[in-house]
């Protein structure tokens, strides 16, 4: 299983980014996903979720709801992550996987992101 996770950078507050995961080694269509993120010294924290075969369902965390999207492309084993509003606190280390995640499944590189000003 590879999980490779892109598109993270520095913007300003109010500012937007896109991320992306591309998944491989199982079948993409058949896993909810999710997207995670962690700051140093703080424990990973569940950011969306999206159901599987087509993604008719999405779930947010309080504090991302209303200016993050999750989404989906079965076709090209992609997940997608769209940012808008950035704040400050929202800087971490973003991460993807499946749910549910099998025991032993580890999580990819991770892409940074980072909102100064």
């Known amino acids: 299983v590879q999980l490779v996770e892109s598109g993270g950078g520095l913007v300003q507050p109010g500012g937007s980014l896109r991320l992306s995961c591309a998944m491989s080694?199982?079948?993409?269509?058949?896993?909810?996903l999710t997207w995670h993120r962690q700051t140093p010294g703080r424990e990973r924290e569940w950011v969306a979720r999206?159901?599987?075969?087509?993604?008719?369902?999405?779930n947010y965390a309080d504090s991302v709801r209303g200016r993050f999207t999750i989404s989906r492309d079965d076709a090209k084993n992609t997940l997608y992550l769209q940012m808008d509003s950035l704040k400050p606190e929202d800087t971490a280390l973003y991460y993807c996987?499946?749910?549910?995640?099998?025991?032993?499944?580890?999580w990819g590189q991770g892409t940074q992101v980072t909102i100064s000003s």
């Open positions: 999206i159901s599987n075969n087509g993604g008719g369902n999405t």
């Open positions: 080694g199982f079948i993409f269509s058949d896993y909810a």
């Open positions: 996987n499946t749910d549910p995640r099998p025991p032993g499944r580890s």
